[in-house]
C-alpha cells in the first residue's frame, strides 16, 4: 500500500462503524496487529499501517467494516486470501497473513500485507523523467507479474496505474487483488456483481467487462487494462475520451478507436503504436492471448528484434468502419447499387436528345446516302 496516504481503488474515505455509521475513531490494534496509522479507506473498509510482533515487522492491514460483513462478504474474503496466498512474486504484493477479530457489529476479517513503500506508476514515471525504453521496461516488469497471477488461476479485474506502485529501486509492485476472479471451480465466489454490476475503474476495463457480464472475462480482459495503462504511461493521456455519464464512457470502450499514438509523439509510428494497438483490440481473440505474450513483444521492441504483432489489415479497417457506421454505409451500398441503372437511363436520355438535335426532321440518312424517315 502506499506508505504517503494515498491507495487504491479500496481506499477513498474517512474510517466509519458499521454500516452506514458515523465516524469512529483509529483502534489501538486489530486481532495481533498494533495500529500505527490509517493509510486510506473506502466503502468497504479500511487499510492502516500496522506492525506485527512475531515476526516484527510493519505491514498494511487490510481490514473490512464489521457492519459488512455478512456471510457472502466473508466467504468472497476468505476466497480472496487464499488467492492471495498462491502469488509469490517480486512484482505483487505478498500476503502475510489472514483472519477476523470480534467486534459489537460481528465479525471483522482482516489481511495483513506487504507494505509498499513508493510512488504511483504514473507519477514515478514522471517524477523520474523515465524515456520511452524505461517506460517499456518497467510495463514488461508488470506484464510478468500479471502472467504469474493468471498461471495461477487469477484475474485482477482492476489493473489500474493506481493499483501499481514503484519503490525506489524501480521494482513495480501490483496491489489489490480484492475484486479479482478466479478461474478455476470456486470462480464464482469472487464475484462483486449484481445485475451486470461492473467492477473496477471503468477506464481501464474491457469491452466485455463493461457490458457486465462474468462469463466472457477471462486473462485477456487484464491484457486489454495493461494496453490502456501502457498507453497512458507513453502518451499522458487515455486513448479515449471517456464522458462522465456511464453510458457515454461504455459506448466509447465498446466502439470508439483509440486516437493514435503517433499524433502524439511521431516516435511511437511503427512496431510501439502496433504493440499497444494489438493490445487494446475491442475483439479478444485478436488481443494477445497473454500478458506474457504482450511482454515479451515488448522486450522485442527493446532488444530491436522483430515483434510478433502486425498492423491490422485494410481489409480489417474497412470491416471495423462499416461496423461503426453502419447507416453510412448501408446509405453508400444504396447508392452503388442504383448507380449503373441511372447511368445507362441518363446515357440514353442524353443519347436520344443528341439524335434529336441532329435530325430535328425526324430523318436520317442511309448508308447510301439516301434520306429515310424515322417515323412509321
Same mark, same amino acid.
Given at each position: ?249 461504455? +459506448?466509447?470502450?465498446?466502439? @470508439? *478507436? =483509440?486516437?493514435?499514438? !503517433?499524433?502524439?509523439?511521431? #516516435? &511511437? ?29 515488448? +522486450?522485442?521492441?527493446?532488444? @530491436? *528484434? =522483430?515483434?510478433?504483432? !502486425?498492423?491490422?489489415?485494410? #481489409? &480489417? ?60
Amino acid at each position: 500500500m502506499p506508505s504517503d496516504g494515498r491507495t487504491s481503488t479500496f481506499l477513498t474515505h474517512p474510517v466509519s462503524g458499521a454500516r452506514g455509521g458515523e465516524e469512529a475513531p483509529i483502534p489501538s490494534c486489530v486481532g495481533r496487529y498494533r495500529i500505527l496509522r490509517l493509510l486510506g479507506e473506502g466503502g468497504m473498509g479500511a487499510v492502516y499501517e500496522a506492525e506485527q510482533d512475531v515476526p516484527q515487522r510493519t505491514v498494511a492491514l487490510k481490514v473490512i467494516r464489521a457492519g459488512y460483513a455478512d456471510p457472502e462478504m466473508l466467504h468472497r474474503f476468505d476466497t480472496e486470501t487464499q488467492a492471495l496466498g498462491r502469488l509469490q512474486h517480486p512484482g505483487i504484493a505478498q500476503i502475510y497473513d489472514a483472519g477476523a477479530v470480534e467486534t459489537p457489529f460481528g465479525k471483522q476479517p482482516y489481511i495483513a500485507m506487504e507494505l509498499v513503500r513508493g510512488q504511483m506508476l504514473l507519477d514515478y514515471c514522471d517524477g523520474q523523467k523515465l524515456n520511452t525504453r524505461e517506460r517499456l521496461e518497467l510495463m514488461a516488469k508488470i506484464c510478468e507479474a500479471v502472467q504469474h497471477a493468471h498461471q495461477r488461476g487469477l484475474i485482477h479485474r482492476d489493473l489500474k496505474p493506481a493499483n501499481i506502485l514503484v519503490g525506489e529501486d524501480g521494482q513495480p509492485k501490483i496491489l489489490d487483488f480484492g475484486v479479482a476472479r478466479l478461474t478455476d471451480s470456486d470462480a464464482q465466489a469472487t464475484r462483486q456483481t449484481n445485475m451486470g454490476e461492473i467492477i473496477g475503474t471503468l477506464a481501464y476495463m474491457s469491452p466485455e467487462q463493461v457490458s457486465g457480464e462474468a462469463a466472457d472475462i477471462d486473462t485477456r480482459s487484464d491484457v486489454y487494462a495493461l494496453g490502456v495503462i501502457l498507453y497512458e504511461a507513453l502518451s499522458g493521456k487515455a486513448p479515449y475520451a471517456i464522458g462522465r455519464q456511464i453510458h457515454e464512457a461504455v +459506448r466509447a470502450i465498446r466502439q @470508439d *478507436e =483509440p486516437t493514435a499514438l !503517433r499524433s502524439v509523439n511521431r #516516435t &511511437y509510428r511503427g512496431d510501439i503504436e502496433t504493440i499497444v494497438a494489438r493490445a487494446l483490440e475491442k475483439d479478444k481473440t485478436r488481443r494477445y492471448g497473454s500478458a506474457a505474450e504482450l511482454a515479451a513483444d515488448i +522486450r522485442r521492441y527493446l532488444h @530491436d *528484434e =522483430p515483434i510478433v504483432a !502486425r498492423p491490422p489489415s485494410t #481489409t &480489417y479497417q474497412l470491416q471495423k468502419f462499416a461496423r461503426r457506421h453502419k447507416a453510412v454505409v448501408s446509405g453508400i451500398a444504396a447508392v452503388l447499387w442504383c448507380w449503373p441503372w441511372e447511368w445507362q437511363r441518363a446515357h440514353g436520355r442524353r443519347c436520344r436528345r443528341a439524335g434529336r438535335r441532329k435530325y430535328p426532321s425526324g430523318r436520317r440518312e442511309r448508308p447510301n446516302g439516301r434520306l429515310q424517315s424515322q417515323r412509321r
